[in-house]
């Protein structure tokens, strides 16, 4: 058989090993996420069916990957981190991206309707994914704040944008030019005064992003159990700990967050 | 605000550029798919619902994005070509594999239905990717070859296989057994005297896999005009003609194919 | 033994298997060679002795090292190409990159006083080296002629530079002031009437650089040889070949050299 | 001029900057030492001159290029340490390979007659030199005590070996086969019944290698000065603090050599 006339070809993959004792980040986004969000009518600034189908569908990742301790999203983006001694496909990063995004997207079709409803989906939404290694934990802690502080940045910005835009009438050109050059105190300024909103009793969701960590919570079940010297059935509450995909929307940037989950930076994790 | 103190950590992001002038090929598995396909109950040894989906799911990877100058698949695998010369995204290897296996697989539980009707999907499939340069146009050719190859080894097998397992009432490992050591004529045979079949009358999408390529198509429809001196609307036929993704199941491995579609390999496609 | 425990950090270094079926190049160049030549008062614009030094090295690194089909030199850089099929070490860049660059450096100081006489070397000079894949015959040639096309424009520049310098008395300022702007043929018109050079009959090593190929030479050397029935030993005559590496001072833009040499570029090579 | 229509081929330079935060060790190596170690006679199991002009090596590659915090020789292989934070030729790793290796080099030859008097040197020798990136400091020692254990293994073995041949009067091949399947124990234990040596009385550098550290050193110098007020010049000592490359032999891989030296794995060295 002409198999091994061509098997030659194998040898042109090449080695995309990810470096020992990193960590492993990955970063997916959405693809023309702005025209699919205008599409499907999400609501602005935030659609919360959107943010929670999001974190429904980075919740499936972790579970069904391996080695993920930690996730954190905002808008239309997530990043998954890999424990520095994962030994998962010999660390290939293009095993790593692909699984990941591919995961993810299909998740979103597939629990599309849980959360958007009657709102039918148009189209099967495309992701993509970038991987970066971090050495140090004080690299990967100063990436994720990275990312919460943009979170941050863009949703005090299009908290003011939409306000300026649905409740004072402007357009979208004239709400950009309103803000051009306005700093982050401006933008608090112009939502109290303007709106009678104080920022910082949005919603946490919004602010904060969301993280998601592995915890071990109890579950409560009831069981029918027959005893050996007795006739009948009795029902017993078993309680059982399992470790699940909980998300929080918390501050990661300063250190409470870290005391309090040290098992994620853990070495030995 | 924080946002500079963190965003070193771009820096991490190490460059993944294709090198230039080389077919680049990203070739999707899917993950788990033995299992997957007996969870769906997918025929054996080739289920149609099952590859006109995959079909589905990579003419929609081709239309989604650019510079695809051919696919194929077989199984539960596809591979995408693009061109030597594209510039998309900067050639960027991790965009070529993301944006491949997200659209694949987003598109694999939205098109899932017209394919699988009251076969209900019951989580969503996760995918790979991986990324192979070929530097010359005989690489590239060879490279299908493999694969197409491959297709026919494998089918060969299973038809064989699964003809021991549901007509012969052998076990798996009977029929595994039965096959050990067996050359394709002595598979060939024991199809045709066993069960008085022709492999070579096997549908082609079987043996073949499937090739998808880019064709003008005529495409004509009926419109409504209104000359300027007349005073009624007129019925006319529009021809329009439109390059679309059509798939062959047709032998790519001897020249004729390549003759046939010269478009493909030619250097400034 | 504790061996075992630290070995682990092996698994840390990183493929680098340069991609198959492409040229693979390595370009050395002097390390603050403007700086060297000052120091050792290499003649200006050019120095034989450093040239032909140069071109000794080259020739060891060629026949020390294997596999290298053509090298290309001027001024201070030297471009090594690796036949496309080469599997030398494995095709590992960092081999090809530091065998490269340890022969030439070695070989500069080894073989110094050879050209240099009288003239101390004062320290050890460095160099560095990159590598770069070309898939196609056609960007192997032009990277070829990019490095000759960059030899003309230096080499023209320098001429009149320091033929100011050195004849009109200008200084360095004055005489970059003066070439601002300029275009080839004001070059060439400068030298011819202020200095009576047409620049075409200047040496083709300054011009063009020096190309070294794989040569077949015929060699004669005379042998004593005892023939069985005659009493005395006689002298003969034995012509032998062998493949040297050939200087050449020619044009590698067009397309004569190619012609003329058709087997550095052919398939098998 | 042409020079546009060729400088494509820059595109296909390939991006080799190593991960951020990360040790760069270059780690080079003799090319066919074994047959060069023959040719100029180098005294067995170990040549102090061989050693020492290693070592003048090492310390004029780290004082000629930037940001070498360790490096640690044995045999005829330097490991060289740059510092996690170097930014020097934006981390290239091919610059760092290149510049290291031919230093190395170039240096050997320049420096040979310093060591080996009228033993002449043949040909140029060949290096060769890989790099590798270790995220923790752990790492880091982790890879030094690597080379320090295999330093001690194979001073060793090759200390026994040597007796063998050289009083014992066996062949290599027969030297080799008493030594199969020997530990440690075993050959202390030769060493010390059959030739009354103490292994632990070896040289150290024999047995440990060289390890070259920064350390500020005191220079004492007289200068001859002409105070205003005085008629006659006065010598005057002038005590400067200079930091110089200083050969150490000692073990690294206790805890007590980093205790000593704590700033080379400072975090901002």
């Given at each position: 058989m002409a198999k091994s006339k061509f098997e030659y070809v194998r040898d042109f993959e090449a080695d995309d090993t990810c470096l020992p004792n990193c960590w492993i980040v990955v970063r997916l986004d959405g693809r023309n996420f702005h025209r699919f969000s205008e599409q499907?009518?999400?609501?602005?600034?935030?659609?919360?069916?959107a943010l929670h189908l999001m974190t429904k569908c980075a919740q499936t990742v972790m579970e069904e990957l391996e080695d993920i301790a930690i996730a954190y999203g905002q808008s239309d983006e997530y990043s998954f981190v890999f424990k520095k001694k994962s030994r998962w496909f010999k660390r290939r990063a293009s095993k790593f991206m692909t699984h990941v995004v591919?995961?993810?997207?299909?998740?979103y079709v597939f629990y599309w309707k849980d959360y958007f409803k009657d709102q039918q989906l148009l189209y099967p939404p495309g992701?993509?994914?970038?991987?970066?290694?971090?050495p140090s934990n004080q690299n990967l802690k100063d990436y994720l704040s990275w990312r919460q502080a943009d979170c941050h940045i863009n949703n005090l910005y299009n908290t003011v944008f939409w306000m300026l835009v649905q409740r004072s009438g402007l357009t979208p050109v004239q709400a950009q030019d309103r803000l051009q050059g306005t700093l982050a105190g401006d933008k608090n300024e112009i939502?109290?005064?303007?709106?009678?909103?104080?920022?910082?009793?949005?919603?946490?969701?919004?602010?904060?992003g969301t993280v998601l960590v592995w915890q071990k919570v109890n579950e409560v079940t009831t069981k029918k159990i027959k005893l050996p010297k007795e006739a009948e059935e009795k029902e017993v509450e078993v309680t059982r700990t399992r470790t699940k995909v909980v998300p929080l929307h918390c501050d990661i940037i300063g250190d409470q967050f870290w005391e309090e989950y040290p098992e994620i930076l853990a070495e030995d994790s």
């Open positions: 499907h009518e999400f609501k602005k600034p935030n659609d919360d069916r591919s995961q993810f997207a299909s998740s992701f993509d994914a970038r991987i970066v290694l971090y939502l109290f005064s303007e709106f009678n909103i104080n920022y910082n009793n949005e919603p946490l969701m919004y602010r904060k």
